[in-house]
């Protein structure tokens, strides 16, 4: 089979991998459909010598398809099953997993040279491959009305968005802002709306912002050109937003995120970056403002995000601006790295 592994300093190299064989608890899924996320693009712009301290992996960890081959003790899933694979699969018996919490397992499975939000380094094979080889665990069932690329997007930006926007309880009640149209931004901006929230989108990017627009922001604004809290004021009529969401990771987003909501607002952070950011204590006590934080998702939500999808006929998929086969790899990452696109993905047929 053909597999991607990054070798540093933006380049990468399509190989040839001997096919995967499953062993007791162990399911091989071939791929139809694997995207590109924001943080593979870390890893593909690392040097050369810092890609040489980490585990020689395929990349990618936004996995799905259909189930090829199982092992022993694997009950959870049949061949042929169309399945969304988690990227942090858990060990399945541990207090974390047992709450849906796999991504904070200490024995867990993470699939290309990852966890980034542990600072360590995985060591299993990656989904932009033509087949991954995974716990059965990990395998997620994929509704029939859901498409491959809806269920790679799942796998984590998706999920990554629709948890946040769970934890900070949106509704149709609230005007919700959300910083950065990238993919994790534009899938919140669908699911947002979804929960029939009204939407506006911040974005410095021209095309992210058009994208946004044509998938339901109710109000764009360009972070280059315009005073963002001057507007957003404007639009709730001086009173500010319920919600505001930072996906950009920047900082003079994440402060406009906490100034602009109003009495009572309620604000997210997803994102690693670890700049420090100065907070008014006394404007967060004045305001009645809360700040959460969410790494990516429990195992349970995967579950009521898929009918959520299916529901309110949401299709992540959308999000998706270009489509390559994994041949193309070189051309389909720096293109992605021009962070002009929406969602990329690798598709089989
Ligand atoms: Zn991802
Ligand atoms: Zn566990």
């Keep these: 089979m053909k597999g991607v592994t990054f070798i540093g300093d933006r ?20 791929m139809m459909a694997s995207t590109i996320c924001g943080s593979d693009l ?28 199982i092992g022993e003790q694997v009950s959870n899933v049949r061949l042929g099953d169309r399945v969304s694979v988690l990227h942090a699969i858990g060990c399945g018996n541990c207090e974390e997993c047992i709450k849906g919490y796999d991504y904070r ?16 380094t995985g060591n299993k094979d990656g989904s932009f491959a033509d087949k991954i080889l995974v716990p059965s665990r990990g395998c997620l069932p994929l509704p029939d009305e859901l498409s491959f690329i809806d269920g790679a997007i799942m796998a984590c930006a998706g999920g990554t968005a ?9 509704s149709s009640l609230d005007t919700v802002a959300i910083y950065g149209l990238g993919p994790v931004g534009l899938s919140a901006v669908l699911i947002a709306k979804g929960k029939g929230a009204r939407v506006i989108g911040i974005e410095p990017m021209k095309e992210r912002l058009e994208l946004g627009l044509k998938l339901g922001v109710d109000k764009g ?20 937003v319920e919600v505001a969401i930072d996906f950009s990771g920047i900082n003079l987003a994440r402060t406009n995120a906490i100034n602009c909501v109003g009495f009572g607002g309620r604000v997210g952070f997803i994102g ?7 907070i008014k204590p006394s404007e967060l006590v004045r305001q009645d403002i809360t700040i959460r934080g969410s790494p990516i998702f429990r195992t349970d939500t995967y579950f009521e995000m898929s009918d959520f999808l299916v529901n309110h006929k949401i299709s992540l998929e959308s999000t998706v601006t270009h489509r390559f086969p994994l041949e193309q790899a070189a051309e389909a990452f720096k293109i992605f790295d021009t962070r002009q696109t929406g969602k990329i993905a690798f598709v089989w047929d």
């Design 42 to 69: 870390h890893i593909y712009r690392r040097s050369k010598e810092e890609i040489q301290s980490c585990p020689k992996v395929i990349a990618g960890h936004e996995p799905c398809g259909i189930v090829e081959k």
């Design 221 to 240: 604004i360009n972070a280059k050109t315009a005073n963002v809290l001057d507007e957003i004021r404007e639009v709730t009529k001086g009173r500010g």
């Design 162 to 170: 629709y948890e946040i926007l769970n934890k900070l309880n949106v």
């Design 11 to 30: 380049q990468l190299q399509v190989r040839e991998y001997p096919d995967p064989e499953p062993g007791p608890g162990q399911a091989v899924v071939k």
């Design 105 to 120: 397992c200490k024995n867990m499975d993470t699939i290309d040279g990852k966890p980034w939000w542990t600072g360590q």
């Design 272 to 278: 690693h970056t670890d700049v420090e950011l100065a």
